[in-house]
């Protein structure tokens, strides 16, 4: 009996996803904090020319090994800056996926302010995050309630992982959102089959 009067504890109105985007707020607050501090990581280095090249050119020749989604949000701020592409360079007109060297020579070697690339470049990633905790809180407020639905959300939003990770431009914030969102439409689709579910399970 006690466990299902505190279960039933709920929250007026939108004041859950008040909350939750209180905490993806200071998620990307604590990540763009974060990132201040963090140069360029190793897959950054390969990532990061992958996506503008990716935006700018529409041409997926580095990096196609890895999904391209996250690469293209974070080539997407770098269209607003004014940065030099080592387009002349054999590491990208002739060499096979030679994305260490593109990368180097983008953000070492054309005269480029590096940091400033990095962080630009890093946006994507943190929208990724945030829209994580978001859809995380639509799917635990169905299952738990508005009120206990925070709870996931708060452990997932302030995981010293998840920050440390979440802002990086890698494949971890993209794959965390992808699977999150395909296995809920998956589940879905199993309880409520339609072509819609479907579709968005296989996206």
Same mark, same amino acid.
């Given at each position: 009996?006690?466990?299902?009067?505190?279960?039933?504890?709920?929250?007026?109105?939108?004041?859950?996803? &008040?909350?939750?985007?209180?905490?993806?707020?200071?998620?990307?607050?604590?990540?763009?904090?974060?990132? =201040?501090?963090?140069?360029? #990581? !190793?897959?950054?280095?390969?990532?990061?020319?992958? +996506?503008?090249?990716?935006?700018?050119?529409?041409?997926?020749?580095?990096?196609?090994?890895? $999904?391209?989604?996250?690469?293209?949000?974070?080539?997407?701020?770098?269209? &607003?800056?004014?940065?030099?592409?080592?387009?002349?360079?054999?590491?990208? %007109?002739?060499?096979?996926?030679?994305?260490?060297?593109? +990368?180097?020579?983008?953000?070492?070697? =054309?005269?480029?302010?590096?940091?400033? #690339?990095?962080?630009?470049?890093?946006?994507?990633?943190?929208?990724?995050?945030?829209? %994580? !905790?978001?859809?995380?809180?639509?799917?635990?407020?169905?299952?738990?309630?508005?009120?206990?639905?925070?709870? $996931?959300?708060?452990?997932?939003?302030?995981? $010293?992982? !998840?920050?440390?990770?979440?802002? &990086?431009?890698?494949?971890?914030?993209? =794959?965390?959102?992808?699977?999150?969102?395909? %296995?809920? &439409?998956?589940?879905?689709?199993? +309880?409520? $089959?339609?072509?819609?579910?479907?579709?968005? =399970?296989?996206?």
């Amino acid at each position: 009996m006690l466990y299902n009067g505190i279960m039933k504890i709920s929250l007026p109105g939108r004041t859950g996803w &008040f909350l939750a985007g209180m905490i993806a707020a200071v998620a990307v607050i604590l990540m763009l904090s974060a990132s =201040a501090n963090e140069s360029a #990581i !190793v897959d950054e280095l390969a990532h990061i020319p992958a +996506g503008y090249g990716y935006v700018r050119y529409l041409d997926f020749r580095l990096n196609p090994e890895h $999904p391209p989604l996250l690469k293209a949000l974070a080539g997407i701020p770098l269209l &607003f800056l004014d940065v030099n592409f080592p387009d002349k360079n054999a590491s990208w %007109t002739s060499e096979i996926n030679s994305q260490w060297a593109t +990368g180097g020579a983008f953000l070492y070697g =054309a005269g480029n302010d590096a940091d400033r #690339i990095v962080q630009a470049s890093r946006l994507g990633a943190i929208l990724l995050t945030v829209l %994580t !905790v978001l859809f995380l809180y639509f799917w635990s407020s169905r299952l738990l309630g508005k009120l206990w639905g925070l709870v $996931p959300v708060l452990l997932f939003g302030l995981s $010293p992982s !998840v920050l440390a990770h979440g802002h &990086f431009v890698t494949t971890d914030a993209a =794959a965390v959102f992808g699977i999150l969102v395909a %296995t809920y &439409f998956f589940l879905r689709s199993l +309880g409520e $089959p339609s072509r819609w579910n479907i579709l968005w =399970a296989g996206l």
